[in-house]
């Protein structure tokens, strides 16, 4: 599996951006779904994830503020980033989990977002 995440760019605090992830091969309606920041030196976390069933969890410093979704059809996960924040500047990276269906584990590159105040 490859993903391919794209959408980062510049914005202002307040604006918004869409991430996209597309993931290629097979199965990806078995794959549990995450999207990762990490800052220059720190580790990289959890910002919102959406499992195969379609449930969503969220990091305490993007709720009501992001929105993961994904698209079944076009192998694709989507965060939504409203009302954004300097503090949301980082490397955002595309994960896709299938170690519970035996389908291995798997990073995209990342995507670069920063806010501007």
């Known amino acids: 599996v490859q993903l391919q995440a794209s959408g980062g760019g510049l914005a202002q605090a307040g604006g918004s951006l869409r991430l996209s992830c597309v993931a290629s091969?097979?199965?990806?309606?078995?794959?549990?779904m995450g999207w990762y920041l990490q800052s220059p030196g720190k580790q990289r976390d959890l910002v919102a994830s959406?499992?195969?069933?379609?449930?969503?969890v969220y990091a305490d410093s993007v709720k009501g503020r992001f929105t993961i979704s994904r698209d079944n059809d076009k192998n694709t996960i989507y965060l939504q980033m409203n009302n954004l924040k300097p503090e949301d500047s980082a490397k955002y990276y595309c994960?896709?989990?299938?170690?519970?269906?035996?389908?291995?584990?798997?990073w995209g590159q990342g995507t670069l977002v920063t806010v501007s105040s």
């Open positions: 994960n896709a989990n299938g170690l519970d269906s035996g389908l291995g584990h798997y």
């Open positions: 091969g097979s199965h990806f309606a078995s794959f549990d």
């Open positions: 959406i499992s195969r069933h379609g449930n969503t």
